[in-house]
């Protein structure tokens, strides 16, 4: 007997995934914050007093950059390439078992790490095995979509969108690979190259998955929700030729001033601080195509969420470049800074992206209206807010905590730990005003898939746009 | 036109992720200077390496960094030799536990700073005990084998060039008779000068003894088996020369020898202080 899927399956079994992963993600975020704040809340506790700070951290890290955003950006290729090429999903019956592995994989990280199988690498944390089932799962999306594009039905030249996700499809599983000991028990590579290898791999991430597939989601997302073209053809083609050049070889400026070579610092910065032209070309991009359509914003989450993502894409990516100069890198490494500029770029960007984008695949793919509009605000201002409190929160506590270090040169340090308290409260604080935000989100998704009202095309602002309002300007 | 060949718009994205790559991941991996030891290298026991595999099991590298950096602003954490880290540091390392936030203190010269594991040991079960303004996770629920592990992973982490520090085991068994002979003749710069003295130690003492002996300086129960001195008594009982030596050496117990944290100088103007507590703060 043969297995057949409906058209979407694929997609929707990775954003409902995806959500799970989220809630869990952050629940865990949020108690190694609220650990920081007490940390003797645990002892004492059976079982629980074993998850300490450092077995929750990365279970949070992983949960919401590969359980939830890649979920997200699984679903959104899925439902994307075909639209944007022309034709249907090459296999849904062999997407719908690529999210079984990704759940299998994902819930193996989470048992894994708790239970002590850190292996001893940012963001390349889990044991081997369960490294070879997430790398089987992007080369099994990879596969998928590759087949999708070989029998398009458009022929005519490929839009943006499809660039950046092609290109992020080839390159991530070469990335994961070199960053996770090259999938072996025991990793080869011996003293500070494991650590060059580690961030070549924890930098690359964003810049080869994150950001392409992030950025791809909102050259298709833009035109649909406002019903203009893409603004132009020849910044569409910097933008996404120079951020495949320039972001790979920034990984070190996560040891600048550290005990590696020079010259691996030297080239990490300059190559960080190049990085101002695909952003600035992209964000050009997105505002452009907004021209004359900004009135929308009032009445659409979906642009609500990628207006303001394209702003904290901007603020992230000028964060970027000039964390990674050595001046300025003396006073914000090591400080919560780096935290509060790891979260615009995944939650206020990426995340917010993503939102975005299930809010306009979800009707589509499931035939039913978003259940509650009022709901979706909702769930916009909390995000919003939420974030942005956490990112001022933790923006000040870096400063504070780096310009404390320079006074002392780093001796009386237990003082400067003392100092972040009020800030670590405030970031617990933060955490939970983000989640009770999601928890909404994922009300309204779920009494959606149940309890939507028949959706119609044409409801959404950008619906008079043509089907593929994604015309390249110069074709 | 590129742009209507998917295969060449992926061919032209892997071919720009291979010049980065090349430069900076295939090159670094051919620099041998950069896999080298020297006697500076830590050499790890086989209990040591157990205990790192616990620190990276208990993710102990997400909140103390390893790696002194090459600016003033890490002078605090640099070794004996005054120096910032450097890769031949770290090439009996795998995987190496750089660590990239510094929630806590960098370790990478813990070994020199707290030689003694006993003090590991009770900080990891209790860190508040050692001072009440610490976040660090309590880890007494880990086995005691597991703690004895762990404790002497962090203390070969030291600059290895250096001999260790030679500590006594319990500084309250021993007596003047105890004192060694270098020491004994040591003339203390303060002598007349106590309001001298005072300056120096006051800042010192608020940073650095308070946290174990007590905001009265009388001594309090760390662990257990563990009990800080009371400085009022010990200052009855001993020489300046003595308290000097027991800063500057500190015990296996638990006292932190202060020789390479605190200048000779600093060192006699906390000596100075306790000898004449009673006096200063009655």
């Given at each position: 007997?043969?297995?057949?899927?409906?058209?979407?399956?694929?997609?929707?079994?990775?954003?409902?995934?995806?959500?799970?992963?989220?809630f869990?993600?952050?629940?865990?975020?949020?108690?190694?914050?609220?650990?920081?704040v007490?940390?003797?809340?645990?002892?004492?506790?059976?079982?629980?007093?074993?998850?300490?700070?450092?077995?929750?951290?990365?279970?949070?890290?992983?949960?919401v950059?590969?359980?939830?955003?890649?979920g997200?950006y699984?679903?959104?290729?899925?439902?994307?390439?075909?639209?944007?090429?022309?034709?249907k999903?090459?296999?849904?019956?062999?997407g719908?078992?690529?999210?079984?592995?990704?759940?299998?994989?994902?819930?193996?990280?989470?048992?894994?790490?708790l239970?002590?199988?850190?292996?001893?690498?940012?963001?390349?944390?889990?044991?081997?095995?369960?490294?070879?089932?997430?790398?089987?799962?992007?080369?099994?999306?990879?596969?998928?979509?590759?087949?999708t594009?070989?029998?398009?039905?458009?022929k005519?030249?490929?839009?943006?969108?499809?660039?950046?996700?092609?290109?992020?499809?080839?390159?991530?599983?070469?990335?994961?690979?070199?960053?996770?000991?090259?999938?072996?028990?025991?990793?080869?590579?011996?003293?500070?190259?494991?650590?060059?290898?580690?961030w070549?791999y924890?930098?690359?991430?964003?810049?080869?998955w994150?950001?392409?597939?992030?950025?791809?989601?909102?050259?298709?997302?833009?035109?649909?929700?406002?019903g203009?073209?893409?603004?132009?053809?020849?910044?569409?083609?910097?933008?996404?030729?120079?951020?495949?050049?320039?972001?790979?070889?920034t990984?070190?400026?996560?040891?600048?001033?550290?005990?590696?070579?020079?010259?691996?610092?030297?080239?990490?910065?300059?190559?960080?601080?190049?990085?101002?032209?695909?952003?600035?070309?992209?964000?050009?991009?997105?505002?452009?195509?907004?021209?004359?359509?900004?009135?929308?914003?009032?009445?659409?989450?979906?642009?609500?969420?990628?207006?303001?993502?394209?702003?904290?894409?901007?603020?992230?990516?000028?964060?970027g470049?000039?964390?990674?100069?050595?001046?300025?890198?003396?006073?914000?490494?090591?400080?919560?800074?780096?935290?509060?500029?790891?979260h615009?770029?995944?939650?206020?960007?990426?995340?917010?992206?993503?939102?975005?984008?299930?809010?306009?695949?979800?009707?589509?793919?499931?035939?039913?209206?978003?259940?509650?509009?009022?709901?979706?605000?909702?769930?916009?201002?909390?995000?919003?807010?939420?974030?942005?409190?956490?990112?001022?929160?933790?923006?000040i506590?870096?400063?504070?905590?780096?310009?404390?270090?320079?006074?002392?040169?780093?001796?009386?340090?237990?003082?400067?730990?003392?100092?972040?308290?009020?800030?670590?409260?405030?970031?617990?604080?933060?955490?939970?005003?983000?989640?009770?935000?999601q928890?909404?989100?994922?009300?309204?998704?779920?009494?959606?898939?149940?309890?939507?009202?028949?959706?119609?095309a044409?409801?959404?602002?950008?619906?008079?746009?043509?089907?593929?309002?994604?015309?390249?300007?110069?074709? | 036109?590129?742009?209507?060949?998917?295969?060449l718009?992926?061919?032209?994205?892997?071919?720009?992720?291979?010049?980065?790559?090349a430069?900076?991941?295939?090159?670094?991996?051919?620099?041998?200077?950069?896999y080298?030891?020297?006697?500076?290298?830590?050499?790890?026991?086989?209990?040591?390496?157990?205990?790192?595999?616990?620190?990276?099991?208990?993710?102990?590298?997400?909140?103390?960094?390893?790696?002194?950096?090459?600016?003033?602003?890490?002078?605090a954490?640099?070794?004996?030799?005054?120096?910032?880290?450097?890769?031949?540091?770290?090439?009996?390392?795998?995987?190496?536990?750089?660590?990239?936030?510094?929630t806590?203190?960098?370790?990478?010269?813990?070994?020199?700073?707290?030689?003694?594991?006993?003090?590991?040991?009770?900080?990891?079960?209790?860190?508040?005990?050692?001072?009440?303004?610490?976040?660090?996770?309590?880890?007494?629920?880990?086995?005691?084998?597991?703690?004895?592990?762990?404790?002497?992973?962090?203390?070969?982490?030291?600059?290895?060039?250096?001999?260790?520090?030679?500590?006594?085991?319990?500084?309250?068994?021993?007596?003047?008779?105890?004192?060694?002979?270098?020491?004994?003749?040591?003339?203390?710069?303060?002598?007349?000068?106590?309001?001298?003295?005072?300056?120096?130690?006051?800042?010192?003492?608020?940073?650095?003894?308070?946290?174990?002996?007590?905001p009265?300086?009388?001594?309090?129960?760390?662990?257990?088996?563990?009990?800080?001195?009371?400085?009022?008594?010990?200052?009855?009982a001993?020489?300046?020369?003595f308290?000097?030596?027991?800063?500057?050496?500190?015990?296996?117990?638990?006292?932190?020898?202060?020789?390479?944290s605190?200048?000779?100088?600093?060192?006699?103007?906390?000596?100075?202080?306790?000898?004449?507590?009673?006096?200063?703060?009655?």
């Amino acid at each position: 007997m043969r297995l057949t899927y409906r058209e979407g399956a694929a997609a929707r079994a990775f954003i409902y995934g995806g959500l799970f992963w989220m809630f869990l993600g952050m629940l865990f975020g949020l108690f190694a914050a609220v650990l920081m704040v007490w940390p003797d809340l645990i002892v004492g506790l059976p079982v629980l007093e074993y998850f300490t700070f450092g077995r929750v951290r990365p279970v949070h890290t992983n949960l919401v950059l590969f359980g939830w955003l890649t979920g997200a950006y699984f679903a959104t290729l899925f439902y994307m390439t075909p639209r944007v090429v022309g034709g249907k999903l090459w296999s849904e019956g062999l997407g719908v078992f690529t999210a079984l592995l990704h759940n299998l994989a994902l819930g193996l990280t989470t048992v894994s790490l708790l239970a002590g199988g850190n292996v001893g690498r940012e963001y390349a944390e889990t044991p081997w095995y369960i490294k070879w089932i997430i790398t089987a799962t992007f080369l099994l999306v990879a596969v998928n979509l590759f087949m999708t594009v070989k029998n398009r039905t458009e022929k005519g030249e490929l839009y943006v969108s499809a660039w950046y996700f092609l290109g992020a499809l080839v390159t991530t599983p070469i990335i994961y690979v070199i960053g996770n000991q090259f999938l072996l028990p025991q990793n080869p590579i011996w003293g500070v190259n494991d650590a060059i290898l580690n961030w070549f791999y924890g930098h690359n991430i964003l810049g080869y998955w994150f950001t392409p597939v992030g950025v791809g989601a909102v050259y298709y997302l833009l035109p649909k929700l406002t019903g203009n073209p893409i603004y132009s053809h020849k910044l569409s083609m910097i933008g996404f030729w120079s951020i495949f050049w320039v972001y790979g070889p920034t990984g070190a400026h996560h040891l600048v001033n550290g005990p590696v070579p020079y010259w691996v610092q030297t080239i990490a910065i300059a190559f960080s601080v190049m990085l101002i032209i695909p952003v600035w070309t992209v964000v050009t991009n997105f505002y452009g195509t907004m021209k004359g359509k900004w009135h929308l914003v009032r009445d659409s989450v979906p642009l609500k969420f990628l207006t303001t993502a394209i702003v904290f894409y901007f603020i992230t990516c000028f964060q970027g470049p000039m964390q990674s100069l050595r001046s300025v890198s003396a006073i914000t490494h090591f400080t919560n800074w780096v935290v509060g500029h790891a979260h615009v770029a995944l939650l206020g960007t990426f995340s917010f992206i993503m939102y975005a984008a299930i809010y306009y695949m979800l009707p589509r793919l499931t035939g039913r209206a978003i259940y509650s509009k009022a709901l979706q605000e909702w769930h916009f201002h909390l995000s919003l807010w939420g974030f942005l409190l956490m990112f001022i929160d933790l923006t000040i506590a870096g400063l504070v905590q780096g310009a404390f270090w320079a006074q002392n040169q780093s001796a009386n340090f237990i003082e400067g730990v003392a100092m972040m308290r009020p800030y670590y409260i405030l970031r617990a604080i933060s955490g939970a005003v983000i989640i009770l935000g999601q928890v909404l989100f994922g009300w309204n998704v779920y009494k959606t898939a149940t309890a939507g009202k028949p959706f119609e095309a044409g409801q959404d602002a950008g619906e008079a746009a043509p089907a593929r309002a994604v015309e390249p300007a110069g074709a | 036109m590129l742009h209507r060949n998917a295969a060449l718009v992926a061919l032209g994205a892997f071919l720009l992720l291979s010049f980065a790559i090349a430069v900076t991941v295939a090159l670094p991996l051919m620099q041998e200077e950069l896999y080298a030891a020297d006697e500076a290298t830590p050499q790890y026991s086989e209990l040591a390496l157990k205990g790192k595999q616990i620190y990276q099991r208990e993710g102990c590298f997400y909140c103390h960094t390893q790696q002194v950096r090459t600016i003033p602003n890490d002078a605090a954490f640099q070794g004996p030799n005054k120096r910032p880290s450097r890769p031949s540091d770290y090439a009996n390392d795998n995987p190496v536990l750089l660590g990239t936030e510094r929630t806590g203190p960098d370790l990478k010269f813990v070994g020199d700073r707290l030689p003694s594991k006993d003090w590991h040991i009770g900080h990891l079960k209790n860190p508040r005990a050692y001072d009440p303004r610490s976040i660090m996770p309590s880890y007494a629920h880990l086995p005691e084998e597991e703690l004895e592990a762990l404790a002497e992973y962090l203390v070969s982490l030291r600059d290895w060039s250096v001999k260790p520090l030679q500590q006594p085991e319990r500084l309250a068994d021993l007596t003047e008779a105890d004192l060694p002979e270098e020491f004994r003749s040591l003339q203390n710069p303060f002598a007349g000068d106590l309001q001298g003295a005072v300056a120096i130690a006051e800042p010192i003492i608020a940073q650095s003894c308070v946290a174990c002996h007590g905001p009265d300086l009388r001594g309090k129960q760390l662990t257990e088996k563990v009990r800080s001195a009371d400085l009022y008594e010990r200052s009855q009982a001993r020489s300046e020369q003595f308290l000097y030596w027991a800063i500057t050496v500190g015990s296996k117990l638990g006292m932190p020898g202060w020789e390479r944290s605190l200048s000779e100088e600093q060192r006699w103007a906390l000596a100075t202080y306790i000898k004449n507590i009673q006096q200063i703060r009655p």
